[in-house]
């Protein structure tokens, strides 16, 4: 399946389930905007992908990068069931990375000062280039 991103407001961030011994999930609301329509979209983060949405807040602009999971269940009446979740593995700041992409493009000489800030950036590039590889167009 293809790779698919989202971009929105973040309308709520949940705290961290420990749901069994080796599974643990954080929940996302998304609000994005279909037409006239504000769509609200509960985004899954599971296991060491949680930690990726400590650094973000509600009403923050995000680009994340997701993969629709399905799975099917029979009931003890014999009805079988679809579910569908939408599963987050990757969240980055909008405004952060059109401001790097900016400077990516401006800057061709790597950059010296400040180690913390130059990691983090290049932390942002490599999320810039794992959603650009991933993009159909």
Not at 75 to 86: L, M, Q, R, V
């Amino acid at each position: 399946m293809d790779k698919l991103q989202l971009n929105g407001t973040i309308h709520a961030i949940g705290s961290t389930e420990q749901k069994s011994e080796k599974f643990s999930k954080r929940d996302l609301v998304l609000a994005t905007v279909d037409g006239n329509y504000t769509q609200y979209l509960n985004i899954q983060f599971s296991n060491a992908n949680c930690d990726k949405l400590d650094s973000f807040k509600v009403g923050q602009n995000v680009m994340i990068a997701i993969n629709l999971r399905g799975r099917l269940w029979t009931g003890a009446d014999g009805i079988e069931k679809c579910f569908n979740s939408i599963e987050g593995w990757a969240i980055v700041d909008q405004l952060e990375m059109e401001k790097y992409k900016s400077q990516a493009k401006q800057e061709s000489a790597p950059k010296v000062g400040n180690i913390e800030q130059n990691f983090q950036e290049a932390a942002i590039q490599d999320m810039v280039e794992e959603f650009e590889d991933d993009l159909p167009f």
